[in-house]
Every structure is written in structure tokens, then in C-alpha cells.
T-cell receptor
Framework: AQSVTQPDIHITVSEGASLELRCNYSYGATPYLFWYVQSPGQGLQLLLKYFSGDTLVQGIKGFEAEFKRSQSSFNLRKPSVHWSDAAEYFCAVGRPISGTYKYIFGTGTRLKVLA | DAGVTQSPTHLIKTRGQQVTLRCSPKSGHDTVSWYQQALGQGPQFIFQYYEEEERQRGNFPDRFSGHQFPNYSSELNVNALLLGDSALYLC?????????????FGAGSRLTVL
């Protein structure tokens, strides 16, 4: 069965430090991959997506993610974290089914940023 | 350009009651998906509507039903509410077409069942 694993439930970093959030997926082929961010009381906002091509993708707010097929991973990175990045981050995979796409989300990683 | 709008934003119900949540998709989008996000969890897919029909369904009981209207807006209905139905219900819209569709989410409707 397809699944998405975000092994880190909580991560705390200092403002200005680098960040890496891990995401591993289980799927027989290369799925479409997404990272979303959710601020408290808000819906999910798309940070970036990977469909094909260059395995390093750039997103909004200075985030980037790298697709590694051999590791079934799609980790999210940011070189320097800002206090406003404190939020919950969700990795998701999309796979084709019955003429459309089904999306599966991980359980999320909650990011805390120390001043 | 209005994004996805959901109503109500918050509501409280008691066990056994019924609830209806509403969603207006992003302008230009024609597909609506509903997700349930329990506290501390990721969104779980409930179902998807396209051309006024349910096209996909996740692992949710028949107490969960929906509808899509000709203007692409959608409703989620939950009957015989259980305590475990307490969650944030997210509506996401997308545009049908080739390739994977990027979901645009609303802010959600937070349902509390007492």
C-alpha cells in the first residue's frame, strides 16, 4: 500500500539555522510529490511540487526539496529559517487512479523556531 | 481572485446530530475534494467530486456523503455524528486536466462533537 512517512513529529531550530524536514514514501513508481505548510488555524498552502525533471525543486518562501529515487525520499530544506516559518509541514504524494489522482499525506512535522 | 472558501469556520454539534459543510472552489476550478484532519494528524481523503458526481472515495463510512452543484460548489454531509468525527474538515479544489492537479485548500471548518 502507498504511504508517506514523516519521521520527525517535532523539530526545533534557532532562527537563522538551516532546516531539513524528512519525507519518505512507499509507491511502486515515481509519484508526484508535494510539500504543504499549515499555519495555526489555517488551511494548507503549497510550498513546492515535483512532477518530473530536475530533482531539486525550488518553492516559495526560500524552500527547496530534493527528490532521491534511490532513497524514496523528498526532503524539504531551507538554508536560514525565519521565525515566521514556525508551522506544521506536510509531505504528500499523488498517484494516478481511475483517471484522476489520489493524494496521500504524511502525519506532519511541527516546526518550532527559537528566537 | 478568491481562493477556496469554506463555511462555517467553526461549529459545535452533539452526538447523533447531522452537519452540513459548504465549499466554494477557487475561481476556474471544477473539482472538489474533501479531507478530514484530526488533531495531530495529516489530512485524510474523504471523497472527490467532479461533474457533480463522486469520482473517488476514501475509507469513510456512508454517514459521510456529499454533493457538487452545477456551479462547482460542494457540500459535505455527516449523519449520526460520533465523538470521533471531531476534526478540521478541509475542502480542496483543482482543475481537471492532464497530469496531477495541484490542490488549493480552504481554511477549513472545525467541527466539535460533544
Amino acid at each position: 500500500a502507498q504511504s508517506v512517512t514523516q519521521p520527525d513529529i517535532h523539530i526545533t531550530v534557532s532562527e537563522g539555522a538551516s532546516l531539513e524536514l524528512r519525507c519518505n514514501y512507499s509507491y511502486g513508481a515515481t509519484p508526484y510529490l508535494f510539500w504543504y505548510v499549515q499555519s495555526p488555524g489555517q488551511g494548507l498552502q503549497l510550498l513546492l511540487k515535483y512532477f518530473s525533471g530536475d530533482t531539486l525543486v525550488q518553492g516559495i518562501k526560500g524552500f527547496e526539496a530534493e527528490f532521491k529515487r534511490s532513497q524514496s525520499s523528498f526532503n524539504l530544506r531551507k538554508p536560514s529559517v525565519h521565525w515566521s516559518d514556525a508551522a506544521e509541514y506536510f509531505c504528500a504524494v499523488g498517484r494516478p487512479i481511475s483517471g484522476t489522482y489520489k493524494y496521500i499525506f504524511g502525519t506532519g512535522t511541527r516546526l518550532k523556531v527559537l528566537a | 481572485d478568491a481562493g477556496v472558501t469554506q463555511s462555517p469556520t467553526h461549529l459545535i454539534k452533539t452526538r447523533g446530530q447531522q452537519v452540513t459543510l459548504r465549499c466554494s472552489p477557487k475561481s476556474g476550478h471544477d473539482t472538489v475534494s474533501w479531507y478530514q484532519q484530526a488533531l495531530g494528524q495529516g489530512p485524510q481523503f474523504i471523497f472527490q467530486y467532479y461533474e457533480e458526481e463522486e469520482r473517488q472515495r476514501g475509507n469513510f463510512p456512508d454517514r459521510f456523503s456529499g454533493h457538487q452543484f452545477p456551479n462547482y460548489s460542494s457540500e459535505l454531509n455527516v449523519n449520526a455524528l460520533l465523538l470521533g468525527d471531531s476534526a478540521l474538515y478541509l475542502c480542496a479544489s483543482s482543475l481537471e486536466g492532464r497530469g496531477a492537479n495541484v490542490l488549493t485548500f480552504g481554511a477549513g471548518s472545525r467541527l466539535t462533537v460533544l
